[in-house]
């Protein structure tokens, strides 16, 4: 019988909403795993978003399933965790319904918004105190975008949201719920420092701390669902439903990446680079190296990285456009590749750039095609042009990082293709380990509830086993390091025209 307590994690993904049970070691129990698909709205002028009430349903429907499918287990829930893909925002009235759809992270309209808004402010000192340089991913351009484009939606916005402060604003019928500073940290507008709206982003954007929720740890709960919920789900009437956390911390949560040893990779829709640091509370959190950002976990706890745009969608674009076979079936192909060899230069931008370069018009390159190139060649280049990015990140990483330092790979897009790994271990010129555990973002998230219960006395009580560790091959270091010249050059070349 797996230990209780029992969480039911949820998992608010950019493509679906994860919900499940886990034990009180943070086990999943199987067969109560639901998953429901969510779909954005893209265009080419930047568009990426939804409506929150189709996130909502995902969410209630994903949650529904789970109870269903864990029986009289659901009358062991001691708690709900939840994380939610990060940089999500939705303007809502007074009466809190929703007046705009969920712009998430990748709409790139705010661009021209986002250069205007450099030039009124100090940059460097904007980016430490919030550990983010301003970039059509955050918040204050999307504020002052929708302020030029649409002035009579933007007259009706009365506050500004992330999906689950949104979510718990509808389930517990309050409209004062607060948002944790983890999912606020993605919003560019926290002051790490003082766990505060930023005064000074505000002032420059418009807005009052009053049009943004209040801000609370994330073990702070919500409970007492309102009772059209009670009804719906009546064990988790009186259960705390726990703040959510960044998707990105949950997985480092998860995969067991909680020091300064272990640095989480992770490669799904996107990419990441993440490593936690510790700092005590009354000290002020680590200076973000340029080109990455900081956001607060909690108040004595950073994670500092970068983030890409570029990850499993650069795959799915080369599979989708050159009518190449799914990844399953091009491992063995790829294996057999030879590093580089191709000549092409890649920048993948696809969804534009966020590190290490911030640009807010990035868009896609491959240079270097001729008539002998071949759709495996154009994937191979695609993918290390990936594990290049991430070379980046690291080098910023350095200084934080253990000097034993080891990788642990997440994300579906990555541990599937044991070549994509093997040569971002050889890029890297570091091991990186892949834990046995699939979920590791909704592991996170039960992890936070069963640290958040006292159950687990730290955040590392059980680690994750690990099922493969993939070690760098020293030959190929010096042709990968001029590869990732080359790109640095054509990064360069191609930010002047712009």
Same mark, same amino acid.
């Given at each position: 019988?797996?230990?209780?307590?029992?969480?039911l994690?949820?998992?608010? !993904?950019?493509?679906?909403? @994860?919900?499940?049970?886990? #034990? /009180? %070691?943070?086990?999943?129990?199987?067969?109560?795993q639901? +998953?429901?698909?969510?779909h954005?709205?893209?265009?080419?002028?930047?568009?990426?978003?939804?409506?929150?009430?189709t996130?909502?349903?995902?969410? %209630?429907? /994903?949650?529904?399933?789970? $109870?269903?499918?864990a !029986?009289?287990?659901?009358n062991?829930?001691?708690a709900?965790?939840?994380?939610?893909?990060?940089?999500?925002i939705?303007?809502?009235?007074?009466?809190?319904n929703?007046?705009?759809?969920?712009?998430?992270?990748?709409d790139?309209?705010?661009?021209?918004?986002?250069?205007?808004?450099?030039?009124?402010?100090d940059?460097?000192?904007?980016?430490?105190?919030?550990?983010?340089m301003?970039?059509?991913?955050y918040?204050?351009g999307?504020?002052?975008w929708?302020?030029?484009?649409?002035? %009579?939606?933007?007259?009706?916005? /009365?506050k500004?949201?992330?999906?689950?402060?949104?979510?718990?604003t509808r389930?517990? !019928?309050?409209?004062?719920i607060?948002?944790?500073? +983890?999912?606020s940290?993605?919003?560019?507008?926290?002051?790490?420092?003082?766990?505060?709206? =930023?005064? =000074?982003?505000?002032?420059?954007?418009?807005?009052?701390?009053?049009?943004?929720?209040?801000?609370?740890?994330?073990?702070?709960?919500?409970?007492?669902l309102?009772p059209?919920?009670?009804?719906?789900?009546?064990q988790?009437?009186d259960?705390?439903?726990?703040?959510?956390?960044?998707? !990105?911390?949950?997985?480092?949560?998860?995969?067991?990446?909680?020091?300064?040893r272990?640095?989480?990779?992770?490669?799904?829709?996107?990419?990441?680079m993440? $490593?936690?640091v510790?700092?005590?509370? #009354?000290?002020?959190?680590?200076?973000?190296? @340029?080109? $990455?950002?900081?956001?607060?976990?909690?108040?004595?706890?950073?994670?500092?990285?970068?983030?890409?745009?570029?990850?499993?969608?650069?795959?799915?674009w080369?599979?989708? +456009?050159?009518?190449l076979?799914?990844?399953?079936?091009?491992?063995?192909a $790829?294996? @057999?590749?030879?590093?580089?060899e191709?000549?092409?230069?890649?920048?993948?931008?696809?969804?534009?750039?966020?590190?290490?370069?911030?640009?807010?018009?990035?868009?896609?390159?491959?240079q270097?095609i001729?008539?002998?190139?071949?759709?495996?060649?154009?994937?191979?280049?695609?993918?290390?042009?990936?594990?290049?990015?991430?070379?980046?990140?690291?080098?910023?990483l350095?200084?934080?990082m253990?000097?034993?330092?080891?990788?642990i /790979?997440?994300?579906?897009?990555?541990?599937?293709?044991?070549w994509?790994?093997?040569?971002?271990a050889?890029?890297?010129?570091?091991?990186?380990?892949?834990?046995?555990? %699939?979920?590791?973002?909704?592991?996170g998230?039960a992890?936070?509830?069963?640290?958040?219960?006292?159950?687990w006395q730290?955040?590392? #009580?059980?680690?994750?086993?690990?099922? @493969?560790?993939?070690?760098?091959?020293?030959?190929?270091?010096n042709?990968?390091?001029?590869?990732?010249?080359?790109?640095?050059?054509?990064?360069q070349?191609?930010?002047?025209?712009l």
């Open positions: 019988m797996p230990p209780k307590p029992y969480i994690a949820v998992d608010i !993904g950019s493509s679906a909403v @994860k919900a499940g049970l886990y #034990d /009180a %070691e943070a086990r999943a129990l199987q067969q109560t639901a +998953s429901i698909p969510h954005q709205r893209t265009a080419a002028d930047g568009t990426h978003e939804e409506d929150a009430e996130i909502q349903h995902a969410t %209630e429907a /994903a949650i529904d399933q789970a $109870l269903e499918l !029986g009289e287990d659901a062991h829930i001691a709900v965790g939840f994380d939610a893909m990060a940089s999500t939705l303007g809502v009235d007074n009466r809190h929703p007046v705009t759809p969920v712009y998430t992270y990748a790139t309209r705010t661009a021209e918004d986002v250069n205007r808004l450099q030039a009124t402010i940059i460097d000192d904007a980016y430490q105190r919030t550990g983010v301003q970039h059509t991913s918040v204050p999307r504020v002052l929708l302020r030029r484009t649409d002035p %009579e939606t933007y007259s009706r916005v /009365a500004w949201t992330d999906i689950t402060t949104f979510l718990f389930w517990f !019928g309050s409209t004062n607060p948002a944790s500073y +983890s999912v940290a993605w919003s560019g507008i926290l002051n790490r420092h003082t766990l505060t709206w =930023d005064t =000074d982003l505000l002032n420059a954007i418009g807005l009052q701390p009053s049009n943004l929720p209040p801000l609370a740890p994330y073990n702070e709960a919500q409970t007492g309102c059209v919920y009670s009804l719906r789900w009546p988790l009437a259960v705390p439903f726990f703040l959510a956390v960044g998707d !990105g911390a949950a997985v480092n949560i998860g995969s067991g990446c909680t020091d300064r272990n640095v989480a990779l992770t490669v799904g829709t996107t990419a990441a993440r $490593l936690v510790d700092h005590p509370d #009354d000290d002020p959190p680590p200076p973000v190296p @340029k080109g $990455l950002w900081g956001y607060i976990l909690r108040g004595d706890r950073t994670l500092l990285g970068g983030a890409f745009s570029e990850g499993g969608n650069v795959v799915e080369a599979l989708n +456009s050159l009518n076979p799914p990844l399953d079936d091009l491992n063995e $790829l294996s @057999k590749t030879t590093p580089d191709h000549g092409l230069t890649v920048l993948p931008f696809i969804a534009g750039e966020r590190a290490t370069g911030w640009s807010t018009n990035a868009t896609g390159v491959i270097g001729r008539v002998s190139t071949t759709g495996l060649d154009i994937l191979q280049a695609l993918m290390e042009s990936v594990a290049y990015r991430f070379s980046l990140v690291a080098d910023l350095k200084p934080e253990a000097a034993d330092h080891i990788f /790979a997440g994300g579906g897009a990555i541990t599937n293709s044991p994509w790994l093997q040569t971002t050889d890029v890297l010129q570091a091991e990186i380990h892949v834990p046995t555990e %699939e979920q590791a973002t909704s592991r998230a992890i936070l509830a069963l640290h958040a219960l006292g159950v730290t955040l590392n #009580d059980l680690m994750p086993d690990i099922a @493969k560790i993939y070690r760098p091959n020293k030959e190929n270091r042709i990968y390091q001029s590869a990732i010249d080359r790109q640095n050059n054509l990064y070349a191609t930010i002047a025209n």
